[in-house]
C-alpha cells in the first residue's frame, strides 16, 4: 500500500511515463509515510480522450492515489502536494514549447481498511 495510478493523455510530446512513476515514487517514499517496496504504481495512456466541448489542443495529467483508510486531512493533503509538484516539474521538463494546454491534477482517496483484502501466491 498505497496504490497509485498516473493517467496521461497520449498528445503529451515528451512525456516519459517510466519517469513519471519513478518520480512519483520518490516523492511518497520522501514523505516518509511509505517503504519504497509497498508502493504500487502503474501508467494509463489515454488515446482517445475529450476535454470540454471540441478543445483539441489540451491534455491532461491525473494521479490517483489509493490510501487505507485513518491517515489524517493534513497527511493527505502533504501527499497530494507533493506529488502534484513532482508532476508539475516533470511536465516542464519533458514537453516541448507548445500550444497546449495541461491540466494537471491529483486526487487522494481512502479503501475501506475493513474491505481492503491482500494476498501472496504460496509457492
Request: overall charge negative; proline content about 5%; glycine content about 4%.
Amino acid at each position: 500500500m498505497p496504490h497509485l495510478t498516473l493517467e496521461y493523455t497520449t498528445n503529451l510530446a515528451g512525456f516519459d511515463p517510466r519517469a513519471a512513476l519513478n518520480s512519483l515514487n520518490i516523492a511518497l517514499v520522501e514523505s516518509s509515510q511509505f517503504e519504497g517496496p509497498d508502493i504500487k504504481s502503474r501508467a494509463i495512456a489515454s488515446d482517445c480522450f475529450q476535454i470540454g466541448v471540441g478543445e483539441v489542443d489540451v491534455a491532461f495529467v491525473h494521479v490517483n492515489l489509493s490510501l487505507l483508510s485513518g491517515r489524517t486531512p493534513q497527511i493527505k493533503k502533504d501527499l497530494s502536494s507533493r506529488l502534484l509538484q513532482a508532476l508539475q516539474k516533470l511536465v516542464a521538463s519533458s514537453s516541448p514549447i507548445s500550444t497546449l494546454e495541461i491540466q494537471i491534477t491529483v486526487d487522494v482517496s481512502d479503501l475501506d481498511r475493513d474491505c481492503y483484502a491482500k494476498g501472496s501466491p504460496r509457492i
